[in-house]
Every structure is written in structure tokens, then in C-alpha cells.
């Protein structure tokens, strides 16, 4: 039996979310250069990413549960930015997902913004992406960073990753210190350059030169991924009949929920 999830506004049954015609799959990837493209391949030859996405397990969030919290919050987020944009109300409610309970409350809009993307930031009226997005997938991210003050990079990214799932993963400082840098001990891939770095308080993403543009090519290589994997990720049922996803067809989040659990493999549970 199908389970139901609330919809924390009034927008969700006012105006029905829109979802992507079953055609539309990610952008293609774009900028990655043959080396690392072979190191990507050698890890697609290595791993069953249909195994590391039902190992994704965040809270509730597990397969055996249908991962009820990421599957209202698609719902949530997908419809503001239809609606009337993304609030920072919805921004504290990701973080809140994510277990940011330290700084959820100093997480504001800049001179008191409400708004922090506006309506039609990610989709068309139609519901599709927003094609300026395959070239610019950065310019999301900047009117958030511009917009919002005290969530970083892990928090921002994660706001797109549940309003375009199709377009968008979070980059969080597990995947980084795995596939990036900062933290040598567990490092296995060097897919990025960007850095995380831990001051006794917790691990947090680097923001120096190589953020934001890094996350451009992190986001290029969830395309990559999503493009060169079979039609066999197993998503669970709910978010198929609700017309999240396609059935079998890998999205950026859907690669980026497997590429976490290869990297919690390593960083463990209190990274």
C-alpha cells in the first residue's frame, strides 16, 4: 500500500505540483576531461550503484522505509519553487533534515528576505528544468548564497538537491573528504578539489577558490554517472506513482544518494 505524506503549506493543494514529462532525464555532462572520465568509468566497473542506493540511509530515510522525509520534502520544495519560491523557512526545514540543529536558528534571509529563490528559479511553468541550467548550473546557488546567511555549502546544495533532484546533488563534507580533499585517512577518489576541514567543533566544506566553481563539477559528474548507468535504480515505489521519477531512470540526487553511501562506508556515521 502506498503511503501518504503531508505537505507543510497551503501552495501544495492549491496548485498541484508539476511534474517533469517522463522524456526529460538529466543535462548531459559537460567540461570533464578524459582522465578524470576514466576514473569515473573504473568506478562505475567497481561498484553496483543500485546496491549503494538502497544502503542510503539518513534518519528515517532508508530504502525499507521508502524514504518518507526526502520524499515529502521533494514534494515540498519542487512545489514552492513553482508556487510562490523557495523561503527561508524552507531552507531551515532542510537543515533541520539534514541535522543541522546548531545553527538552524541563525540561518535568515539577507535584510530580512522571505523569498530567497524565486518562483520559476528551477522549473518552467511546464515543469520541466529550467534550460539555462545545463550550462549555468551555478546560478541557482548564487542567489541562494546571496540570498541566505549562516547554511553553507552542504545546506544550499541541499535545497537544490530537493527542488530539482533531476538536475541537482548535495555536496557534503563526507563526499568531499572521499572524493575530494582534507582528509587524507579516508580520501579514495580524486574526483574534486574541494576541501573539508574539521576544527574540533565538526567537519565543514572549505569555501575558498575552488567554491563554488568545484560544484560544478560535482554536478557534472552526477550527469556523467546518470548518463552511462543502466535503467535499474530501484526507486521506491512511491516516488514512481507520485511521478518523482522515472521507473529505473537515474537523477543527479538518485547518484548522489549512492555516492554517499560508498562514502559513509569510510567516513562513518559521525561525519
Known amino acids: 500500500m502506498l503511503r501518504l505524506y503531508d505537505i507543510y503549506h497551503p501552495a501544495f493543494n492549491s496548485r498541484p505540483f508539476k511534474c517533469k514529462s517522463e522524456k526529460n532525464m538529466p543535462f548531459r555532462p559537460q567540461r570533464l576531461n578524459s582522465v578524470l572520465i576514466q576514473k569515473l568509468d573504473a568506478f562505475l566497473k567497481a561498484n553496483s550503484f543500485p546496491d549503494l542506493y ?10 525499507e522505509n521508502d524514504f518518507p522525509d526526502i520524499h515529502r520534502l521533494e514534494l515540498h520544495i519542487a512545489t514552492m519553487d513553482q508556487t510562490t519560491g523557495i523561503t527561508i523557512s524552507d531552507v531551515k526545514c532542510v537543515a533541520k533534515w539534514g541535522g543541522n540543529w546548531r545553527n538552524q536558528g541563525r540561518i535568515a534571509g539577507r535584510a530580512g528576505r522571505t523569498v530567497v529563490l524565486p518562483p520559476h528559479t528551477l522549473h518552467t511553468p511546464e515543469g520541466a528544468a529550467v ?81 563554488p566553481e568545484e560544484y560544478a563539477t560535482w554536478i557534472n559528474i552526477l550527469r556523467y554517472f546518470a548518463s552511462q548507468l543502466p535503467a535499474n535504480c530501484p526507486h521506491p515505489r512511491p ?16 547518484v548522489e544518494m549512492a555516492l554517499f553511501s560508498y562514502a559513509s562506508q569510510f567516513a562513518g556515521r559521525g561525519a
Open 239 to 254: 516516488f514512481v506513482a507520485a511521478r518523482l521519477r522515472t521507473a529505473g531512470g537515474w537523477e543527479c540526487a538518485d
Open 131 to 211: 534550460a539555462q541550467l545545463q550550462d549555468e548550473p551555478l546560478a541557482p546557488l548564487l542567489k541562494l548564497d546571496a540570498s541566505v546567511t549562516q547554511a553553507g555549502p552542504t545546506y544550499l546544495t541541499k535545497v537544490l538537491r530537493f527542488g530539482l533532484p533531476q538536475e541537482y546533488g548535495a555536496i557534503d563534507t563526507r563526499c568531499v573528504r572521499v572524493f575530494g580533499c582534507g582528509n587524507a585517512e579516508i580520501r579514495q577518489q580524486d574526483w574534486i578539489a574541494l576541501r573539508a576541514r574539521n576544527n574540533g567543533s565538526g567537519w565543514f566544506i572549505v569555501a575558498d577558490k575552488a567554491w
Open 54 to 63: 538502497r544502503a542510503y540511509a539518513w534518519n528515517k530515510d532508508t530504502y
